[in-house]
């Protein structure tokens, strides 16, 4: 059995503060942080010891993840279990990146935002490249606010062309929003209008739960990150029993990481292999 896994643990502190972020609010004490070792730790091992089944997993945390050097460990031994066929995290690449070079770069991933607010573009720019020439997988990208859109712009001329630069809708800003916005977003990523609904799901076919779950620190198996039951606990024996079809039973579904799982969409296609890590399949080849 393949299956993916978004894995949140209790990470809850970021080294930026965007304003209209809604993570990262708080601090967290030596203990606390320990705990969030403790678990990835464990999480780690049970990956491991389940060793005929065949995983990917999405790091998704509340919190900048790789300043911790237990999240870059973490990936290093993950990308080096022979049941790992990805391992991915989100980050604003603020890191220093020489931990690359432990991991097998053929199963790593990075989903890197770009936050104009709080870095300068050289640094982010020149953290991409370093990922280049270091031949690390990464797509990059930036929420979508009009007052972006020169460095979006520099950004996207900057960058190599087979790095995917992916714009986030901020989706209660669109109807404020003129049409030379919309155009200008387009034109940067021409994936961008895929972002900007809110998609009927409710009673719709979703591999979330089945073949892709939500699993937090504790252990705890989601269906995925918006809705809230538990299904299960990957430490239960029977763990395997709780994945099966479900039909979601949210009204709608408005976040990549949601709806790219969503069967009647078909995103499957549009990522592929880089489903997790918002890779197109069309940017893959580029020179």
Known sequence: MHLSILYRGSLIICNYGCEYCP?????????????????????????????????????????????????????????????VSKAAIQTNLSCKLDWVEDCNKDKLALWATFHPEWIKRDRYLNQCLELN????????GVVGFPKFKQEIAALRQELPNNVYLWINAVKK?????????????????????????????????CQAGKSVISVDGEGNMRRCHFIRQPIGNIYNSNWESALRDRLCSNETCHCHIGYVHLDYLELDKVFGEGILERIPVATLGKN
């Open 23 to 83: 993570f990262a609010k708080k601090q967290q004490s030596a203990i606390e942080l320990a705990k969030d070792k403790q678990e990835l730790t464990k999480f780690i091992d049970w990956i491991e010891q389940n060793h005929q089944h065949n995983f990917s997993i999405l790091f998704t945390p509340w919190g900048e993840a790789l300043i911790h050097p237990w999240y870059q460990q973490g990936l290093v031994r993950l990308t080096n279990l022979p049941n």
């Open 133 to 140: 020439r270091r031949n690390v997988s990464f797509s990059a």
């Open 173 to 205: 800003e669109l109807p404020k929003m003129s049409q030379g916005d919309l155009d200008f977003f387009e034109a940067i990523d021409p994936l961008f209008p895929i972002n900007t609904h809110h998609y009927p799901s409710r009673d719709r076919s």
